[in-house]
């Protein structure tokens, strides 16, 4: 298992010495001590990813692509013990950390294409004597800093359009999952990926390394996924040197079920869509709104649904519901449901800590709640686990008002089989992604980002490398 730091090209321990240890929520247990990586060793790393960075660009996209597909090659063929280490330090289930490796192995796959088509353009100018032509170019050194929900996926959905548009990356992992960003770093030395490159600073002082990212010229992008709050802060920072960032932030996804949806699609996307990584997940559905005349059914078998979830250690055969990631996190779960029931909202199934034998206080029986109202907590914040807050809403416009109703924009979802209505909803949502009688819509060909509090820019798809690329117009007077 690699702890240390990896800059340019090298495991090296953090210039303080210093570590810290990574824990597994689920029971506590110590996983690893890992290199707690502070300001001088970001600046090395920024300084690693400069120097590579003239060699890097200049290299055939064709070439570029080569360690990208070898490393995808490797994630796949070490997934098991990818996902291990990703559901120790996160806690996920083993299964849906499987699911992980190939999401995160995807985006290196396809942006190993992709980055073979960072096409040109020729304008056709009024002055016969003069060609006009826009180059797209990378833009420098580029950094990443990356949550703890999907340890794998969200460095790999930076690193994938940075490395194949021609730029070069820092890599400053949560604190709490550090270890599958080293992972991969190993894996993309042995890839055959140059030396500095890619650089993976870990460590406990994220602000520290994060102000390496904005006071130079070098670190021409930002991409940071996390809390919202977070990303207002560096959208500040990046002011002083003009730094262009892209911000994946917080959540608070609806997700309708009209009258005449398919019943048993929106149970099992809801529980898809809601349960998975024990709804710590930015796009995960955060509150329900079903339509009157579904209502009770709808909330009926999906109180069932929940109630028949195993909760227990990620690592644990069968499981399905890990821990939440931290105290914090639980304890924000706790007021959630505390906040509804004391405004009248009843509990179907959890409500409270789950007791795992061996396992940690983090754990929360997965929850359903009924009688929701838009004033309530769960229904004005991004509650970050696995509590499904159903309210009940009369028309179409009233469905579309709830789901607006909000400052933030990542994803929302719908459940109906009306043609037309799908098409206004789909308009009219403000929201990044709109997945249609589908609950997980994120995937490597296609964009994925937010709208107002939600964030900047995007991932994936082919917009996802332009975020990597500046623009350079030429203008050529040829006689
Ligand atoms: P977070 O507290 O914002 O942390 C995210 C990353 O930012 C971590 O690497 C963290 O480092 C670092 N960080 C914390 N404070 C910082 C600062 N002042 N300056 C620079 N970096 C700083 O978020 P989180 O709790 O890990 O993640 C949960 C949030 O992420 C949720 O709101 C969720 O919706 C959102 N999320 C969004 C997406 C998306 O694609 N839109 C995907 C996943 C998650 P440390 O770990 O060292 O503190």
Request: glycine share 10%; proline share 6%; aromatic share 6%.
């Amino acid at each position: 298992m690699h702890t240390n730091c990896f800059i340019g090209g090298a495991f090296v321990p953090a210039s303080s010495g210093r570590t810290f240890t990574v824990r597994n929520p689920a029971n506590d247990a110590a996983v690893a001590e890992v290199a707690d990586g502070g300001a001088a060793d970001a600046r090395a790393a920024v300084a690693a990813a400069a120097a590579a960075f003239p060699a890097w660009k200049s290299t055939a996209a064709i070439e570029r692509a080569k360690p990208l597909r070898r490393l995808t090659e490797l994630m796949h063929r070490d997934a098991e013990r990818l996902a291990d280490l990703c559901s120790q330090e996160c806690g996920k289930p083993l299964a849906e950390a499987r699911t992980e490796v190939a999401y995160g192995a995807s985006f290196l796959e396809w942006y190993a294409e992709e980055g073979k088509r960072v096409y040109g353009e020729t304008i056709p100018a009024s002055d016969p004597a003069k060609r006009l032509l826009v180059l797209r170019r990378p833009c420098g050194a580029a950094a990443a800093i990356t949550p703890w929900n999907f340890p794998i996926a969200m460095v790999t959905r930076k690193m994938g359009p940075a490395l194949a548009a021609g730029c070069t990356q820092v890599v400053k992992p949560a604190e709490q999952t550090p270890l599958s960003a080293l992972a991969i770093a190993a894996l993309a030395a042995e890839a055959g990926l140059p030396a500095g490159v890619l650089n993976v600073v870990p460590g406990m002082d994220a602000p520290a390394i994060a102000a390496c990212f904005f006071d130079n010229l070098h670190v021409r992008h930002v991409s940071f996924t996390g809390s919202t709050e977070v990303g207002r802060i560096l959208l500040r920072q990046s002011a002083d040197n003009v730094v262009r960032v892209s911000l994946e932030l917080g959540g608070h996804a609806p997700f309708i079920v009209f009258d005449d949806a398919d019943l048993d699609a929106a149970v099992a996307g809801a529980m898809a869509s809601k349960f998975r990584n024990a709804g710590q997940t930015c796009v995960c559905a955060n509150r329900f709104l079903v339509q009157r005349g579904v209502h009770d059914a709808f909330v009926e078998r999906l109180t069932a649904a929940v109630g028949a979830l195993k909760v227990g250690d990620g690592r644990a055969a069968g499981t399905q519901v890990g821990p939440m990631i931290d105290d914090a996190g639980v304890a924000k779960v706790e007021a959630h449901v505390a906040d509804a029931v004391a405004h009248g909202a009843q509990v179907r199934t959890g409500g409270t800590r789950a007791q795992v034998p061996g396992g940690s206080s983090r754990f929360f029986a997965p929850t359903v709640l009924s009688g929701v109202t838009p004033s309530m907590r769960c229904f004005r914040e991004e509650t970050f686990g696995p509590v499904a807050p159903v309210c009940a809403f009369e028309t179409e416009s009233d469905a579309l008002r709830m789901a607006n109703d909000t400052p933030y924009g990542l994803a929302g979802y719908l459940y109906t089989r009306d043609g037309a209505r799908i098409m206004r909803m789909a308009e009219e949502l403000q929201y990044g992604i709109v997945g249609v009688n589908d609950p997980l819509p994120a995937t490597a060909q296609a964009p994925f980002g937010g709208v107002k509090h939600s964030g900047l820019g995007r991932e994936g798809g082919h917009q996802g490398i332009e975020e990597y690329l500046d623009l350079r117009y030429v203008s050529w007077r040829v006689g």
